[in-house]
């Protein structure tokens, strides 16, 4: 797993005896947690047991840092007093993470690896060794004869901000994950092999992330989100309640509609901005790694994704099959069995959902 665990990396218990944990997704905006167990019925393999959003204020989190431990962990003590679960897996977002990915000779040693990759950190990212957590996954190079390291690195003093206001709330973090690496867990089908963008279309701003064979290999985070379509919706129809808009986004959209194409002309120019940033990250891909890991498909999640037409806008201007994700594909069929999270709501859980699968899939 792609992950920066602090506890039970080299000891991990045995599966009947792992306590129950949740997935926690923090952003500027709420906590979104989710909880799975093993389903009861043959007619699914795991069920829902705890969900749930907790509104946080202003100025808490920013840009991925934690600004204030007190009030975080007050809001983070609410999860486990509403859950009774003391163990969790949170996410890191991308704005604090350095990705980058390096040649290991295929008879390297494993018990070598971890200590070249030490001395290798400072080549890529700007941060030391002595500053940063880090971990790794390896996968065969696409040339033969050596392993391709995909390496996550994020500087301590973030990743310990989150892990004291754990503490402070009653919490044992078991790991911490980037969030695009816990997407991609959920909204991937276990064992695809290919070369996917995902899109992370939030409140505040749009994540970006690639992923090969499971395993994420780039990220960046345009800072354009749903609130910035909802500001450029009231500039054009006028003050209006933010149900009432995102009620407009869902079912409107970018849809030009007979007799109203008021909604469109807010949204389009905002969601163009977004559309060109994708461009550039794809053409950039593309254009390094289009022999051997070509981007095949855009997937789309977070809760912004609802909006009406962008699968269909994304697919004609970026010339790519686009998709909205299926958040619940690796937990359970939804068809068979109905989640009490609607379908809208679901993908602003994409993270939450990809961190609470970690301990029953057996992708990155």
Same mark, same amino acid.
């Given at each position: 797993?792609?992950?920066?665990? /602090?506890?039970? !990396?080299?000891?991990?218990?045995?599966?009947? #005896? @792992? *306590?129950?944990?949740? &997935?926690?997704?923090?952003?500027? =905006?709420?906590?979104?947690?989710?909880?799975?167990?093993?389903?009861?019925?043959?007619?699914?393999?795991?069920?829902?047991?705890?969900?749930?959003?907790?509104?946080?204020?202003?100025?808490?989190?920013?840009?991925?840092?934690?600004?204030?431990?007190?009030?975080?962990?007050?809001?983070?003590?609410?999860?486990?007093?509403?859950?009774?679960?003391?163990?969790?897996?949170?996410?890191?977002?991308?704005?604090?993470?350095?990705?980058?990915?390096?040649?290991?000779?295929?008879?390297?040693?494993?018990?070598?690896?971890?200590?070249?990759?030490?001395?290798?950190?400072?080549?890529?990212?700007? /941060?030391?060794? !002595?500053?940063?957590?880090?971990?790794?996954? #390896? @996968? *065969?190079?696409?040339? &033969?004869?050596?392993?391709?390291? =995909?390496?996550?690195?994020?500087?301590?003093?973030?990743?310990?901000?989150?892990?004291?206001?754990?503490?402070?709330?009653?919490?044992?973090?078991?790991?911490?994950?980037?969030?695009?690496?816990?997407?991609?867990?959920?909204?991937?089908?276990?064992?695809?092999?290919?070369?996917?963008?995902?899109?992370?279309?939030?409140?505040?701003?749009?994540?970006?992330?690639?992923?090969?064979?499971?395993?994420?290999?780039?990220?960046?985070?345009?800072?354009?989100?749903?609130?910035?379509?909802?500001?450029?919706?009231?500039?054009?129809?006028?003050?209006?309640?933010?149900?009432?808009?995102?009620?407009?986004?869902?079912?409107?959209?970018?849809?030009?509609?007979?007799?109203?194409?008021?909604?469109?002309?807010?949204?389009?120019?905002?969601?163009?901005?977004?559309?060109?940033?994708?461009?550039?990250?794809?053409?950039?891909?593309?254009?390094?790694?289009?022999?051997?890991?070509?981007?095949?498909?855009?997937?789309?999640?977070?809760?912004?994704?609802?909006?009406?037409?962008?699968?269909?806008?994304?697919?004609?201007?970026?010339?790519?099959?686009?998709?909205?994700?299926?958040?619940?594909?690796?937990?359970?069929?939804?068809?068979?069995?109905?989640?009490?999270?609607?379908?809208?709501?679901?993908?602003?859980?994409?993270?939450?959902?990809?961190?609470?699968?970690?301990?029953?899939?057996?992708?990155?």
């Amino acid at each position: 797993m792609y992950s920066l665990s /602090l506890i039970n !990396r080299w000891l991990p218990p045995p599966r009947i #005896l @792992r *306590p129950a944990y949740l &997935g926690v997704d923090i952003s500027e =905006s709420s906590i979104k947690y989710v909880g799975f167990g093993r389903a009861r019925s043959g007619l699914s393999r795991l069920q829902l047991e705890q969900w749930g959003e907790i509104e946080i204020g202003p100025d808490v989190v920013e840009r991925g840092e934690v600004k204030d431990i007190k009030a975080l962990a007050r809001s983070l003590a609410d999860v486990k007093k509403r859950t009774g679960v003391g163990h969790v897996r949170l996410s890191l977002p991308e704005e604090r993470v350095y990705l980058f990915e390096t040649e290991i000779g295929g008879d390297t040693d494993s018990s070598a690896i971890r200590e070249l990759l030490e001395f290798r950190l400072e080549e890529n990212v700007p /941060l030391s060794p !002595r500053d940063a957590y880090f971990d790794y996954r #390896l @996968r *065969p190079s696409e040339g &033969g004869g050596s392993l391709t390291a =995909s390496v996550a690195a994020c500087p301590k003093i973030v990743a310990d901000a989150y892990y004291e206001t754990c503490r402070a709330a009653g919490l044992m973090p078991l790991s911490f994950e980037v969030e695009s690496q816990a997407i991609a867990r959920a909204v991937l089908p276990a064992g695809d092999s290919g070369t996917k963008l995902l899109v992370d279309f939030g409140k505040t701003r749009t994540g970006i992330g690639i992923v090969h064979q499971g395993a994420l290999s780039y990220t960046s985070t345009i800072d354009i989100g749903g609130n910035e379509l909802s500001a450029s919706m009231k500039r054009q129809l006028g003050e209006r309640e933010e149900s009432e808009l995102t009620r407009i986004k869902n079912d409107q959209g970018l849809v030009r509609t007979t007799g109203s194409t008021s909604a469109s002309e807010a949204l389009l120019p905002v969601v163009s901005v977004i559309k060109d940033e994708i461009l550039t990250h794809l053409q950039y891909w593309n254009n390094k790694h289009a022999a051997a890991r070509p981007i095949t498909e855009v997937v789309l999640c977070g809760g912004t994704a609802n909006l009406r037409g962008l699968p269909e806008y994304f697919r004609e201007t970026l010339g790519i099959a686009t998709s909205v994700a299926d958040v619940w594909q690796n937990a359970f069929d939804a068809k068979i069995f109905t989640p009490p999270i609607d379908r809208h709501h679901s993908f602003g859980y994409a993270t939450a959902i990809g961190l609470a699968l970690a301990s029953f899939t057996k992708t990155p």
